[in-house]
């Protein structure tokens, strides 16, 4: 059902780099780039990962309360990644860790400020 979540970015050279190093590991790469707005995801027919100067060209700001979440297939590959974002500069929202019995996730915020979670269920 989704297709895309699109989040502010300030640089971006600097939020392409961030996000497609960061989501390599789970097989993504930067799909379409049309200069403002590039869209990273494993495929044209899965959900993406879209980054954009924002159209009225206003500073980019994240919204309280918004936040991605990607699926990171395995608790370990959650430790991966939550170590991996803050390793390349991302901030702590959160470490990898079980939240309640179903769901592990590890909480950061990009360079930006845009709020994510790696998570597993089950």
């Not at 961030?18 to 495929?43: K, N």
Request: charged content about 20%; hydrophobic content about 40%; proline content about 6%.
């Amino acid at each position: 059902m989704i297709g895309y979540v699109t989040i502010g970015v300030s640089d971006m050279e600097k939020a392409k780099a961030f996000w497609t190093e960061l989501l390599e590991p789970l097989g993504a790469s930067v799909l379409m780039d049309m200069g403002r707005i590039a869209r990273i995801g494993t495929g044209m027919d899965q959900p993406m990962l879209a980054v954009c100067i924002p159209y009225d060209e206003a500073p980019a700001d994240h919204g309280n309360g918004n936040m991605i979440a990607l699926a990171a297939g395995s608790r370990e590959n959650v430790d991966k990644l939550y170590a991996k974002a803050i390793e390349m500069g991302a901030t702590d929202e959160g470490p990898a860790g079980e939240r309640m019995p179903t769901f592990y996730g590890g909480y950061f915020r990009d360079p930006d400020g845009n709020k994510a979670v790696f998570y597993h269920m089950g």
